[in-house]
T-cell receptor, first 115, second 109 residues
Framework: DAGVTQSPTHLIKTRGQQVTLRCSPKSGHDTVSWYQQALGQGPQFIFQYYEEEERQRGNFPDRFSGHQFPNYSSELNVNALLLGDSALYLC??????????????FGPGTRLLVL | RKEVEQDPGPFNVPEGATVAFNCTYSNSASQSFFWYRQDCRKEPKLLMSVYSSGNEDGRFTAQLNRASQYISLLIRDSKLSDSATYLCVVNEGTYKYIFGTGTRLKVLA
């Protein structure tokens, strides 16, 4: 049973650049959420995608955008990178059942360093 | 006031000890509660959901107190392998999971 996968595992960028992170959900799941986890903090919700639409968004600026594909995989794009965007970016997948509070399963994350 | 608050620790306990963590939440309308475990530089993994009646899974017991708006996690007979950060997670009925900052546990030999 394939779990949640993310790529790349590590990434180094400079300020002002743009980055794209990728996520494939767990087999059978159709919903993808993205989180940012800064060092020493808990994960912060960025947004959730279902049926190729952004269903809910956290308190992140428009520089953070995403996409979901027909095969349920997803991308997170961050434009105009800032030093403060350095963090572990986690993707979580779940199965939509009509209830919002379904259990989410996390991928190993992408560690982004902005210099 | 933060939406979800946890004591960051670290809690240093000897093997075999019993340890308990609390987590408070600010929204009384919160609907679902979870404990996740996160090892250093790894992803969070679901430890257990927390039900109103309380629930147990082996050495782990989770409880919910809606009146006081907190959830707790009790670990009995601590093992070295229990050393990790324990994340409290609350869902307010939306699609957003709200995480606490986590409580670090170190079990000492």
């Amino acid at each position: 049973d394939a779990g949640v996968t993310q790529s790349p595992t590590h990434l180094i960028k400079t300020r002002g650049q743009q980055v794209t992170l990728r996520c494939s959900p767990k087999s059978g799941h159709d919903t993808v959420s993205w989180y940012q986890q800064a060092l020493g903090q808990g994960p912060q919700f960025i947004f959730q995608y279902y049926e190729e639409e952004e269903r809910q968004r956290g308190n992140f600026p428009d520089r953070f955008s995403g996409h979901q594909f027909p095969n349920y995989s997803s991308e997170l794009n961050v434009n105009a990178l800032l030093l403060g965007d350095s963090a572990l970016y986690l993707c979580a997948s779940s199965l939509n059942s009509g209830r919002p509070q379904e259990t989410q399963y996390f991928g190993p994350g992408t560690r982004l360093l902005v210099l | 006031r933060k939406e979800v608050e946890q004591d960051p620790g670290p809690f240093n306990v000897p093997e075999g000890a019993t340890v308990a963590f609390n987590c408070t939440y600010s929204n009384s309308a919160s609907q679902s509660f979870f404990w996740y475990r996160q090892d250093c530089r790894k992803e969070p993994k679901l430890l257990m959901s927390v039900y109103s009646s309380g629930n147990e899974d082996g050495r782990f017991t989770a409880q919910l107190n809606r009146a006081s708006q907190y959830i707790s996690l009790l670990i009995r007979d601590s093992k070295l392998s229990d050393s990790a950060t324990y994340l409290c997670v609350v869902n307010e009925g939306t699609y957003k999971y709200i995480f606490g900052t986590g409580t670090r546990l170190k079990v000492l030999a």
